[in-house]
């Protein structure tokens, strides 16, 4: 009869290979784990200092133990390695634990790093999107928002998009095509079809248009339609200041900034009759001040995205306020929110 049991230096090569496996093995789901723990600490938003401490001296005890224990393993397994550096056994026990310290730091300080390798990619990536710096100017008609939102855009070097233009442009559109306002289905077929490169017509700031627009305004399928290109505009580059009505409530709830601007019915209609007659328009003050009452109150009161201010907005009353001085106050918000 032959035997089956399988050889002293067969178990001890199965063993030897075993441990060389598991060396290999531990510290790199170890490692993995760490990267992974230090890149949701990092999500959460915690600081580096702070995760550190927390977590990376937790993982940094828990890789001691694998660390120091392999590292002995090894060494104890590797009885050449030993005996061609030590005689006796009191000089081969000092090895094993000397390396085992060795193999424990070591570990330790692999465990930290990829802790915070993990943290700063997670922390990378998760700043660039939340570091696009998006301003939401919301407020009732002719209270300077587009000439605020226009300055604030040109200081940051960001997009500026008048929402209110693509209202405009909707209600011209109708019109231009011989619908009537009031049709629904005409107002919703214009919103589809809307041509953002038309958005430049000065006809679009006439006297009549902005009563027009608010008019289609108040269509949840205009709105929906014209949803899209806001969001898809506030998300390009470095980010966008935008105006209107809905910005901080609805297209950009997550906006950086947001602030509503408001000024007395009267300032509003001056300023807005003044801006009339500099490029010629017969309007009187009484009539744009008509204007602006009902259209606040149509925007107000419509049921989907009515004009209102954001709970986190902060509120700018610009009565007493020039151009300029409203750009000072705006960018105190602004530096406020976001650093200099
Ligand atoms: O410049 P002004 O404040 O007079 O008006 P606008 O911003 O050009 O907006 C014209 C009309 O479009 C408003 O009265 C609103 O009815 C509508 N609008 C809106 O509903 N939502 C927006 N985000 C922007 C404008």
């Given amino acids: 009869?032959?035997?089956?049991a399988p050889a002293v230096g067969d178990v001890a090569a199965l063993?030897?290979?075993?441990?060389?496996?598991l060396e290999v093995a531990a510290p790199v789901v170890l490692v993995a784990v760490l990267a992974v723990v230090g890149a949701w600490s990092a999500s959460r938003g915690r600081d580096l200092y702070v995760r550190?401490?927390?977590?990376?001296?937790?993982?940094?005890?828990v890789l001691l133990v694998p660390g120091a224990f392999l590292i002995g393993w090894f060494i104890a397994f590797d009885p050449e390695t030993i005996s061609g550096i030590t005689t006796t056994p009191a000089q081969q026990t000092s090895w094993i634990l000397?390396?085992?310290?060795?193999g424990a730091g070591l570990s330790m300080l692999v465990g930290v790093a990829a802790y915070g390798l993990g943290g700063w990619v997670?922390?990378?990536?998760s700043n660039k999107r939340r570091y696009k710096l998006i301003i939401a100017i919301d407020?009732?008609?002719?209270?300077g928002k587009g000439t605020l939102a226009k300055r604030i855009a040109a200081h940051y070097g960001l997009g500026w998009l008048d929402t209110g233009l693509l209202y405009r442009a909707v209600a011209r559109d109708v019109v231009v095509k011989g619908g009537r306002l009031e049709d629904l289905g005409a107002a919703i077929a214009a919103a589809r079809a809307i041509d953002a490169t038309t958005l430049c017509d000065p006809h679009l700031r006439g006297p009549r248009a902005g009563d027009d627009a608010s008019m289609i305004a108040k269509?949840?399928?205009?709105?929906?339609?014209?949803?899209?290109?806001?969001?898809?505009?506030?998300q390009q580059g470095k980010g966008a200041v935008l105006d209107g009505r809905d910005i901080g409530t609805v297209v950009c709830p997550d906006a950086r900034v947001k602030i509503f601007v408001t000024a007395s019915d009267e300032a509003r209609a001056r300023r807005r009759f003044l801006e009339h007659h500099g490029r010629g328009d017969t309007i009187t003050y009484e009539e744009l001040l008509a204007d602006i009452r009902r259209r606040d109150a149509?925007?107000?009161?419509?049921s989907v995205a009515p004009l209102a201010a954001a709970p986190d907005a902060i509120l700018l009353d610009t009565t007493d306020l020039d151009a300029d001085q409203a750009f000072v106050a705006a960018m105190k918000i602004i530096e406020k929110k976001v650093g200099k």
């Avoid at 997670?122 to 990536?125: D, K, M």
């Avoid at 407020?139 to 209270?143: E, F």
């Fill in 1 to 4: 009869m032959t035997s089956v």
């Fill in 15 to 21: 063993g030897y290979l075993s441990m060389t496996a």
């Fill in 52 to 61: 550190l401490l927390r977590h990376g001296l937790i993982a940094a005890l």
């Fill in 98 to 102: 000397s390396m085992s310290l060795f």
């Fill in 122 to 125: 997670s922390g990378a990536l």
């Fill in 139 to 143: 407020g009732p008609a002719a209270s």
């Fill in 219 to 234: 269509i949840p399928e205009v709105r929906a339609a014209l949803l899209d290109y806001q969001r898809t505009f506030a």
């Fill in 298 to 302: 149509r925007d107000s009161n419509r």
